[in-house]
């Protein structure tokens, strides 16, 4: 069920556009959800698609469509990391191994401690900055060296242990 808080941000979202138009709001709706929740599961699309009022599969398409949604639950840190052409000519494959062998998972799976999960993506708009990483959908992070990696880590790390 939708908490209060995410019903009142959706609505917010929804009423940016024409009552016959509400689907425009999915992408919007499904972030919120997925802030509160960490991920969106096939009961979060079909409460959304009720709310808003349009069909699921419709919903499903866009969750599905999108890298930025995930589709299972991910760790407390969400490590995107570019791998399109440019980023790759800049070290991206690199930095994305290093990360794996760094952190002991594989692209698509999260540690045992549940803080991050490693993720492979597209283009991330930021070509001059090679490599390019994405934490937690949010914080866009270049020019990936293997020391900026480990202080990255240090950093989340730190954050989580803080209880922040």
């Not at 999960?117 to 390019?132: F, K, R, S």
């Not at 992070?141 to 293997?146: G, K, L, Q, Y």
């Amino acid at each position: 069920m939708l908490s209060e808080s995410t019903r009142q941000r959706v609505d917010r979202e929804l009423a940016k556009y024409p009552a016959d138009q509400r689907q425009s709001a999915i992408i919007a709706a499904l972030s919120i959800v997925q802030q509160e929740r960490g991920w969106i599961s096939p009961e979060s699309e079909r409460e959304l698609a009720d709310y808003i009022g349009m069909p699921p599969i419709a919903v499903h398409e866009v969750v599905t469509f999108y890298n930025m949604f995930n589709t299972q639950p991910v760790g407390r840190f969400k490590l995107n990391v570019c791998t399109n052409l440019p980023c790759q000519l800049g070290g991206g494959v690199q930095a994305l191994k290093y990360l794996s062998d760094k952190l002991g998972v594989g692209v698509g799976e999260t540690t045992a401690d549940g803080l991050f999960t490693l993720q492979q993506t597209e283009c991330l708009g930021a070509c001059g900055d090679a490599p390019v990483a994405l934490v937690n959908d949010r914080r866009m992070c270049s020019t990936m060296s293997a020391e900026k990696i480990d202080a990255l880590l240090d950093e989340l790390r730190a954050q989580a242990g803080g209880g922040q």
